[in-house]
């Protein structure tokens, strides 16, 4: 590879990749592994500099394994070489299988290179020409950017290989392998248009190019310059056709105020005169006669020949794009609705955090309806009157065929621009946890706890959006926790996780229901703060909640969609909370991350790209986003402190010491026991079941045992702790201690210890 031979030009420009096996990746390497770069992602390329760096090297590839059917094989692979992403104004010409095996040139390829004169290398292969030019001629070429099997003509040459020379030409969307052998020298860019006009009139004609309309003749474009009787009279009788169209004649006496800009309400005025004629004078007429040309300010950019070419040819152009029927109407196909687009200039994609439509080349000001009628509007005043409901339903498979996740290709672009960072050590000193006295002993422990909850809730956002290039998965990975940060009221709690996402991904104060329009705006954030939570943890709503936290889908039915659809989730809840008792329920409280904080410093400054940077690094390295066992248990034990005891649960404390954390020493006993032992200090109105809950509530379990080895059934026993005061308690003969394995008996005070 000679550097030296790339067009200074071409090195300056970010449009560099390397390639394994012609497949483009990005030019960074990152824990010894690529990723593919996109022709249509410019942040997936890099410079010249980051690829060459990389050319020649070895990374690591997951390969599957047939056995097991996980990528779990590990294989070294070389980077083969560099590859350059055609964008605007690059235009790529292939001539493919030109030099045969004797090393002779295809005269017709030949012909193609001096016309050309730019840069010019032979391919990897040794059998074909890669032509790269500069300058911006539309070539007219399909959505794709590309156009391809253009035969070449065989003469007074030996063909040597089976299949026949042929080119294919691209403008944007498609990388190409660049091996900077030079042909004859040829190593500078032609910036000239002239030669891609002459490849257009020789290759792109209507005989060669199945993308053209075999009926239309060429535009020729005549200026209204001069006064003519015709020309005047036939834009009178179109005048008087359109005088009843309201969009037409409001633009015609020069009310724009409905578009976006006076361009667009050129193309619509246009584009309905152009239903009526095929004469350019005549629609150079019409607009010379309205108020945007006569009052307006409209008349300098009408008067540039260019601007007023350009948009009369389109208008023109427009009407050979759509496919019609025998008699000349317009088929109301997906395909005549995405080329109506392409007219427009609209692409349109599928927002998976919205769930709708998106138009993806503009900044979008208003809901996808606002454009949906302007399209609509369009395709009347030219004729095609399609359906708008069918239009609407068009519109929304096309844009599913291309849907995108706003936050996951933020992480990418986090990912791929990573510089060493200890954001996440700077994240966690910023928060003082409250860790109580009576647990100094267990301080680290806790903490440790507390530091693990917090990287693996923001671990969890990464696993549920990240995922792959399906963005339509049904399910997410399954997910657990919701971070809470408990403490005193103004110290920055709901702030601090605002700042965890950029602008426009956080939800504050939000309150979940069943209600489709409260799930749809609630799950089009990344990251939402639950509103209320001390009410919403309340027992009649915790069972919605709870499933809620940790649901792996959404499901309903999205506008333009005849029935309702289900989505992989990509939302994580946190919640902040004053109060020291908010859990109102006695089960499933693991999925409350519960984190007592005293104060929380919003001054430090966090980078947060580099942040997300290090926490898609620490996913990728396959770091688990739910709690062990261990964290499990203590997290248990210290949401017992948060849980919302009333007198029963009172009355048990003080019959049992729950202060005993070896549960090894804690007995054993029937709910009726349990009841006799409480009976004398509750009223009359305590049922069985405001007891079971407590016992719940405080950390008591309830399960089968066998109390004597050769019994048939297990018996249904609370573990509950050691009585406090025997003196003065009713005996019962249903508490049991549990010592070598067997179950004795308590029938006296002076058993219980």
Known sequence: MNIDNIPQELKEKNIWCVNVDKVPYRPVLMYNKLKKAKANKPDTWGKLEEALQLVGNTYIENERNKDTGKWDIQTNRTISGLSMMITEPYTFIDLDHVINDKGNL?????????????????????????????????????????????????????????IKPNIEIYQSKRSVVFTTNVYNGMNALNDDIEPLKWFEGKYLTKANNPLK???????????????????????????????????????????????????????????????????????????????????????KKWDRPDYKERTIKKALENKTKLKRNEKGVPLHTKENTEAILNILGYDVGYDVLLNDVCITNINQKHDIGYYINKIYSYCRSIGFNIKKNDLEEYIYWLARERPYNRFREYLLTCESSKSPSEEFKKLLNTIEYDIPISEVQEYEEIKTLYDSMVLKFLISIVAINIGDDDLFRKESPNIEGTLILKGPQGIGKTTWFRNLVPKGFFKEGAILNDHKDTKIETYKYILVELGELETTTRKEATGFLKN?????SIEYRVPYAKSSIKFARHTMFCGTVNEDTFLKDSTGNRRFWVIPVKSIDLDTQININDLWAEIVTTFRLGCIWYLDRDEKQLLEQLNKNYVDVNYIGMVLESTFDFTETDKNKWLYARTEAVIDLIRDSLSKNTTKNMIITQLKMLGCEYSGVRLMRWDRKKTKLWKIPPIK??????????????????????FSHNNIK
């Open 106 to 162: 295809l005269p017709s390829a030949e012909e193609i290179i001096k016309q050309c004169n730019s840069y010019t290398e032979v391919s990897v292969s040794g059998t074909g020409i890669h032509i790269i030019l500069s300058g911006v001629y539309d070539l007219k070429l399909n959505e794709t950017g590309k156009h391809k099997g253009i035969s070449l003509a065989i003469e007074n040459w030996e063909q040597t290989e089976d």
């Open 725 to 746: 005061n025997v003196i003065n308690l009713r005996c019962s003969s249903d508490i049991y201690k549990k010592s070598n394995g067997e179950f004795i008996k308590l």
């Open 548 to 552: 809620e936290l940790t649901r792996t």
């Open 213 to 299: 309309n075999d009926n239309i003749e060429p535009i020729e474009f005549i200026a209204y310059t001069e006064f003519n009787a015709e020309v005047e009279a036939e834009a009178g009788r179109i005048l008087y056709k359109l005088k009843n169209n309201k969009k037409f004649m409001d633009i015609f006496n020069g009310d724009i105020s409905s578009y976006d800009s006076g361009s667009e309400a050129d193309m619509v005025m246009c584009g309905t005169v152009a239903r009526y004629t095929d004469d350019t004078r005549v629609i150079d007429c019409i607009y010379r006669r309205s108020q945007m040309y006569i009052s307006g300010d409209r008349h």
